[in-house]
């Protein structure tokens, strides 16, 4: 069974840092894109960033760019991100995706994860 599983969410002070993890099973991503996106209560899921399959390429969202780094460890079949100088309004439940290829779009994304939250409180 295909199954990317988030970790590392948690609650966080503005202006801190967390690192978000992605593992990947069932079969290797190591050719993938893999996205990150967001969805906070009441609002759409928005695009935060994306890798392509040798993580010599991302792309951020304006929002996050600057503070956010999205990195990947083929070996391990795993995508991280990064996320310092936190702020309120990056609260949202977190997910990543992987695709044939990088896109800032969620409907180009086969496989999803289950999210996890992240809350920085003000």
């Known amino acids: 069974q295909v199954q990317l599983l988030e970790s590392g969410g948690g609650v966080v002070q503005a202006g801190g840092s967390l690192r978000l993890s992605c593992a990947a099973s069932?079969?290797?991503?190591?050719?993938?894109?893999m996205g990150w996106f967001r969805q906070a209560p009441g609002k759409e899921r928005e695009f935060v960033g994306h890798?392509?399959?040798?993580?010599?390429?991302?792309y951020y969202a304006d929002s996050v760019k600057g503070r956010f780094t999205i990195s990947r460890d083929n070996a391990k079949n795993t995508v991280y991100l990064q996320m310092n100088r936190l702020k309120p309004e990056d609260t949202a439940v977190y997910y990543c995706?992987?695709?044939?290829?990088?896109?800032?779009?969620?409907?180009?994304?086969?496989?999803w994860g289950q999210g996890t939250q992240v809350t920085v409180s003000s």
């Open positions: 995706a992987a695709g044939n290829l990088p896109s800032t779009y969620p409907a180009d994304y086969a496989y």
């Open positions: 069932g079969r290797t991503f190591s050719g993938d894109a």
């Open positions: 890798i392509n399959w040798s993580g010599s390429t991302t």
